[in-house]
């Protein structure tokens, strides 16, 4: 169970005791809004913070840090969890009773974490020049790829049509637009106004007591002049109406993407009916889709729904043939039909529990799971822990997924098909 303190205002640390594994888990993550000004600023900035601070200047004196640390390791982190995005560092050490005898890794790990936060390398007001440059570079790449995947782009296309008037439309990492108008002093000044005003989210993993971490933590907010402004809570889905899209290019396999829209998000008591149907329907090779769609009727090379309890949507992807994209359609419309109408075998309904308890199952199997799993719970609005989640996966009915399935509504569909098609 998790221990709560509230280091300060709008400064939260979680600690999970836990002594099953040799590694502790730390991660520092700032909050905040969706934004579409600043979403790019707030991912490069974490990787910027990693190049080098003022006493360790450069990769290969951090490495050696790390190095004297019993191999510690530190890594930049961006997440988009519904309204909020979180970008921050997480720290990976060997926990201290592992150490030789007198050696401790925690207390000069953390201390290494805020020389990271607030002694960056700085140059005429800004950060680094050569190490923005360097890391706009990267992120451009990374965000390249993506468009580059044309099941991910598809995906990303109907998303942002289907949420233009809402903070899931606007891409995790920002646009590479987006990154090239990023300039040293600005992402410096942006990142001390978030530092300042932000929430603040700090989870850890391992056997130190509650106590002795938050101590060991607070020389990082004596360095910090706060002046916390609280984020708003999550909200559900803003509607602006469906649309049906068709973009063509070169491209030899047609991508369809559907979007529905449900009432169920991951703060309501049917969260894991809805799961449960989602995974009936299209997460896994004994969906509805997968056997039906795929195998029996070979009408896509691949195809599977995804479910974002945050939000409450609900996207199906299918790689198909050009040809084929009304009967596609059809035969997607019916699969859900089958689950809105009850039509679950005990095998399906069977099958489709143990995938999700399967993975619930895994959130305990390393600090960086089990900080991934609560971390994120905290800022969803997702109360339950692992196993409550299991136990309320464990006992919904068949009856509930139906009356789940029926709460679906098709709002976007997006198809991506070739220049000749």
Known sequence: MTQTIELLPGVTLRCFPDDRFKQGTLSFQIIRPMAAGEVALNALIPTVLLRGTVRHPDLRSITLRLDEL??????ATVRRVGDYQTTGLTCGFIEDKYALPGDRVLEPMLDFLRELLLEPVLHEGGFDPGFVESEKKNLISTIESDLNDKRVYAMNKMLRAMCRADSYGIPRLGTVEDVAKIDPVTAWEHYQRILRTSRVDIFYVGTAPAETVARLLMPIFDGIH???QPLGPQTPFHDAGGEDLVETMDVAQGKLCLGYVTPITNRDPRFAAMQVANAIFGAGMTSKLFVNVREKLSLCYSIGSGYYGSKGLVTVSAGIDFAREEQTRAEIARQLDAVRSGEITEEEL?????????????THDSPGAIEGYYATAALSGLAMTPAQYM????????????????????HTTYFLKGETA
């Open 70 to 75: 019993y191999g510690a390791a530190v890594g």
């Open 226 to 228: 706060r002046d916390y």
């Open 350 to 362: 069977r099958s489709a529990k143990e995938a999700l308890l399967s993975s619930l199952r895994s």
């Open 391 to 410: 136990d309320a996966i464990r006992a919904v009915t068949a009856e509930q997924v139906a009356a789940a399935a029926r709460e679906l509504r098709l």
